[in-house]
C-alpha cells in the first residue's frame, strides 16, 4: 500500500481520530503496506497497536470502499536492534517455539514476560507467590486460577508461569492460549473433520495456560469440550493455569467446571496501590527512555488507579505527546493529555484542601510568615511566594476567583494577575514547572496524612 493511500485513508478520518485524540497516533505512522488482502502497519511499540486498533473497524470500512473488499489488519513492531542486541537476547531469551518428537511445537510464550520484570507488591502478591509455586518443576500445585478486573497483569503472570517452566524444562509442551483461540480453533475442527488433531493437541500438553476463560460462557459444546480436556490433563496430573475476569463462581458455566477450577488455589489481583504504580511508571520511564519528570509520575500515579494497562499507557502518551509537539510535559499538559485515563475528578478531591493549607506550606518553603505571605508588602521576597500561593489555590482549592482574593487580602484583578504570572513562568522554565508540581504534590500529601 502506498504511503499516499495511507495518508488518504487517515485524513478521510482525521476528525473522528480528532475527537478521541487518536490523531497523533495514526500521523505518527511512516510505514503501511497491503499484501495478500492484509494491511500490515508498522508501529513503534505494542502501545500503538492499543490505540490504532481502536479504529480498525474504520480503516477496514475505508479500505473497503478504496479496495473493494475485506481486508485484514496485522500490526509489526519495528525492530531498531543492533547485531550486539539480538545475539545477546538470543542467548537470554526462551525460544517459544520448542522441538518435540521432530516436530517444532509452537507455545505462544512472550519471552519478555517474565518475573523478572514484573513488579510485585501488596496488590499482586499472593497471585505472583502462587504462580511461582506452581511454576517449580517439583511443585504438588498443579491447577491454579487466577482473576482480577482487566489490565492488572494476568496475561503477564500466565507468561511468567510459562517461561519459568521452559527455563527449567526445555522440552516440556508448555501452551499458551485464550479461551477465545480454543472455542475458534473447536470449532474450525468440527467443521474439518479433525477433532481428534484438535483433542491431540490439547490433551497431550505438560501444561495448560488459559486465559480469559469466562469467554466459554454460553458456548455449551466448547465447554463440555474443556470440561473433558482440562479432567484429561489433570487425570494425568499436568498443570493447568486458567485466568479470568471474575471469581470461579461468578462465571455462569456448569458447576461441574466451576468445581475444577477450585481444585487449586483461587488467587485474585487487585487494583496496585500508589507505591506499586509508582514503581510501575518509574520501570516503564527508565525501560523506554522516556524521561518523565519526577512530578509528572507522581501525579500520573496519585490519579491513575485502575490498571496497570492505564499507568503504561498515560505514561508512553505523555512522551510521545511531549515529542511530537515539542513541548515540556508540565502537569497542566499532562492533565490535558491524558484525560482520557483520569479515574478521577481532580476537582473533587482539590476542594478538600484549604487556602490555608496552601499558604502555611508556601510560607515555609519560602521562609516568611503567613501574616507576611497575605501582608500588603510588595518585596519580591513576599510578592512572589505570594503569586505562587495564590496560583496554586487556583488550581487546586476549588474556590473562585473572589474567594481566593479574599483569603490573600487582593481583589480579583490581582488574583488574576499574579495566576497568570506564574503561568507564564511555568510554560517558559522546565525546572520552575518542576518545582511548582513538587510544591502541589507536597501540598496534596500534606493534606492526605
Given at each position: 500500500?502506498?504511503?499516499?493511500?495511507?495518508?488518504?485513508?487517515?485524513?478521510?478520518?482525521?476528525?473522528?481520530?480528532?475527537?478521541?485524540?487518536?490523531?497523533?497516533?495514526?500521523?505518527?505512522?511512516?510505514?503501511?503496506?497491503?499484501?495478500?488482502?492484509?494491511?500490515?502497519?508498522?508501529?513503534?511499540?505494542?502501545?500503538?497497536?492499543?490505540?490504532?486498533?481502536?479504529?480498525?473497524?474504520?480503516?477496514?470500512?475505508?479500505?473497503?470502499?478504496?479496495?473493494?473488499?475485506?481486508?485484514?489488519?496485522?500490526?509489526?513492531?519495528?525492530?531498531?536492534?543492533?547485531?550486539?542486541?539480538?545475539?545477546?537476547?538470543?542467548?537470554?531469551?526462551?525460544?517459544?517455539?520448542?522441538?518435540?518428537?521432530?516436530?517444532?511445537?509452537?507455545?505462544?510464550?512472550?519471552p519478555d514476560y517474565t518475573f523478572d520484570n514484573m513488579i510485585i507488591s501488596e496488590f499482586n502478591k499472593f497471585a505472583a507467590s502462587h504462580s511461582k509455586q506452581i511454576a517449580n518443576e517439583n511443585s504438588k500445585d498443579k491447577i491454579l486460577f487466577i482473576y482480577s478486573n482487566p489490565g492488572l497483569g494476568k496475561t503477564h503472570m500466565l507468561h511468567a508461569i510459562g517461561n519459568e517452566i521452559l527455563k527449567s524444562k526445555p522440552q516440556a509442551k508448555v501452551l499458551y492460549t485464550t479461551a477465545e483461540v480454543f472455542v475458534n480453533e473447536y470449532i474450525d475442527s468440527i467443521k474439518q473433520n479433525r477433532v481428534d488433531n484438535f483433542r491431540a493437541k490439547y490433551r497431550n500438553l505438560d501444561c495448560l495456560l488459559i486465559d480469559d476463560v469466562q469467554f466459554i460462557v454460553a458456548k455449551e459444546k466448547s465447554e463440555e469440550e474443556f470440561f473433558f480436556t482440562f479432567n484429561a490433563l489433570s487425570d494425568y496430573g499436568k498443570k493447568i493455569i486458567i485466568s479470568s475476569d471474575r471469581p470461579p463462581n461468578d462465571i455462569a458455566v456448569n458447576e461441574r467446571l466451576i468445581s475444577r477450577f477450585k481444585i487449586g488455589a483461587v488467587a485474585d489481583i487487585k487494583s496496585p496501590e500508589y507505591e506499586a504504580r509508582m514503581a510501575i511508571l518509574k520501570k516503564e520511564n527508565e525501560t523506554h527512555?522516556?524521561?518523565?519528570?519526577?512530578?509528572?509520575?507522581?501525579?500520573?500515579?496519585?490519579?491513575?488507579?485502575?490498571?496497570?494497562?492505564?499507568?503504561?499507557?498515560?505514561i508512553s502518551t505523555v512522551y510521545h505527546y511531549s515529542y511530537y509537539s515539542n513541548e515540556y510535559p508540565t502537569i497542566d499538559k499532562t492533565k490535558e493529555w491524558i484525560k482520557d485515563f483520569l479515574t478521577i475528578n481532580t476537582n473533587t478531591q482539590s476542594t478538600k484542601i484549604t487556602v490555608e493549607d496552601i499558604q502555611r506550606i508556601i510560607s515555609e518553603e519560602y521562609g516568611i510568615t503567613v501574616e507576611e505571605l497575605k501582608s500588603k508588602q510588595r518585596s519580591e521576597r513576599f510578592a512572589f511566594p505570594r503569586q505562587i500561593a495564590i496560583y496554586i489555590s487556583c488550581e487546586i482549592s476549588g474556590l473562585s476567583l473572589p474567594e481566593i482574593g479574599k483569603q490573600f487580602n487582593k481583589d480579583h484583578s490581582t488574583v488574576i494577575h499574579a495566576r497568570d504570572k506564574i503561568r507564564q513562568l511555568l510554560n517558559s522554565d522546565p525546572f520552575f514547572s518542576e518545582k511548582i508540581n513538587n510544591l502541589i504534590n507536597k501540598i496534596k500529601n500534606k493534606n492526605v496524612n
Open positions: 500500500m502506498t504511503e499516499n493511500i495511507w495518508n488518504e485513508i487517515v485524513n478521510d478520518i482525521k476528525e473522528e481520530l480528532k475527537k478521541d485524540n487518536l490523531d497523533i497516533w495514526f500521523s505518527s505512522i511512516k510505514k503501511a503496506e497491503l499484501k495478500d488482502d492484509v494491511l500490515e502497519i508498522e508501529v513503534p511499540n505494542s502501545f500503538y497497536i492499543d490505540q490504532i486498533s481502536k479504529k480498525e473497524d474504520l480503516i477496514k470500512n475505508r479500505l473497503k470502499i478504496l479496495n473493494g473488499k475485506d481486508i485484514k489488519i496485522r500490526y509489526a513492531v519495528k525492530q531498531e536492534e543492533t547485531k550486539e542486541d539480538i545475539l545477546k537476547e538470543s542467548e537470554t531469551k526462551i525460544d517459544s517455539d520448542v522441538v518435540v518428537g521432530g516436530n517444532i511445537f509452537k507455545s505462544n510464550i512472550n527512555k522516556y524521561n518523565i519528570p519526577d512530578d509528572v509520575i507522581n501525579f500520573i500515579a496519585e490519579n491513575v488507579k485502575d490498571s496497570i494497562r492505564s499507568l503504561k499507557g498515560c
